[in-house]
Each structure stands twice: as structure tokens, then as C-alpha cells.
């Protein structure tokens, strides 16, 4: 049984969409030293008082500083005081972006498998 252009892209965009997700950004109402207590937490974004945005993987509380890496895989350390963390937010899942992403796969690809068994007889 050979597998349809269609069937692949859609196949390929499920995988995709599976292995991701739609992530969103929580901001939390607890001080940054309590909420890093907890090991857990992979990620944060902080938002500095000049409203600019840093994620920090894999940080931790040193000093009075917050300490982590700039992505996941990174090497280097960045090191941010606490006294500019205006806001502390941690990364979940957004199951309502993540469905309306995949209906909106499903949708292009039926169109697609529509108008191309409408060309079929030309």
C-alpha cells in the first residue's frame, strides 16, 4: 500500500506537532527564590523592568542572582540579579493552541485531497 503525498505531509506534521506541542509562558505570583526552590522547573522567563524578555534553562538561585543557561543546550551561564526580575513566568503546555494547530493540519490537507480528487478526471 503506497502512502499518498498528502497522507506523508499530514503524517509528518502530526509528528511534528506531537513531539512540540504550543507552549505558553505562566507567569507566577511567588518570589523567584520560592519557586526555584523547587527542582522541577526546566525553564523561566523573566522579564526585566525595561519589559525585555530572557529564558533562562536549567536555573537556579546563586547568591542574589539567578543563574542558567540561554537555551537548552548551551554551555554558557547567564547570571541575572534579582533585583531585575520584574516578572517570573515557567513554560506549560497550551492544549487549546497545540488542537487548533493540529485542526488546522487536518483542514489543509482535506482541502488539498478535496481539489486534487477534483482534478482527477481532467
Same mark, same amino acid.
Given at each position: 500500500?503506497?502512502m499518498t503525498?498528502?497522507?506523508?505531509?499530514?503524517?509528518?506534521?502530526w509528528?511534528?506537532?506531537?513531539a512540540?506541542g504550543?507552549?505558553?509562558?505562566?507567569v507566577?505570583?511567588?518570589?523567584?527564590?520560592?519557586?526555584?526552590?523547587?527542582?522541577?522547573i526546566?525553564?523561566?522567563r523573566i522579564?526585566?523592568?525595561?519589559?525585555? =524578555?530572557?529564558?533562562?534553562y536549567?536555573? /537556579? @538561585?546563586? %547568591?542574589?542572582s539567578?543563574?542558567?543557561?540561554?537555551?537548552?543546550?548551551?554551555?554558557?551561564r547567564?547570571?541575572?540579579?534579582?533585583?531585575?526580575?520584574?516578572?517570573i513566568?515557567?513554560?506549560?503546555?497550551?492544549v487549546? =493552541?497545540?488542537?487548533?494547530?493540529?485542526? /488546522? @493540519?487536518? %483542514?489543509?490537507?482535506?482541502?488539498?485531497?478535496?481539489?486534487?480528487s477534483l482534478?482527477?478526471?481532467y
Amino acid at each position: 500500500m503506497r502512502m499518498t503525498r498528502a497522507a506523508r505531509a499530514m503524517a509528518l506534521a502530526w509528528l511534528v506537532l506531537a513531539a512540540s506541542g504550543c507552549v505558553g509562558w505562566r507567569v507566577q505570583n511567588v518570589p523567584p527564590k520560592e519557586l526555584l526552590r523547587d527542582r522541577g522547573i526546566e525553564a523561566v522567563r523573566i522579564t526585566r523592568p525595561d519589559n525585555s =524578555k530572557v529564558e533562562i534553562y536549567n536555573p /537556579a @538561585i546563586v %547568591g542574589d542572582s539567578i543563574t542558567g543557561n540561554p537555551t537548552n543546550r548551551a554551555i554558557i551561564r547567564l547570571m541575572i540579579p534579582l533585583s531585575q526580575v520584574q516578572t517570573i513566568a515557567t513554560p506549560y503546555k497550551n492544549v487549546g =493552541k497545540t488542537m487548533l494547530f493540529g485542526l /488546522a @493540519i487536518l %483542514g489543509g490537507v482535506g482541502l488539498y485531497a478535496l481539489l486534487q480528487s477534483l482534478n482527477e478526471g481532467y
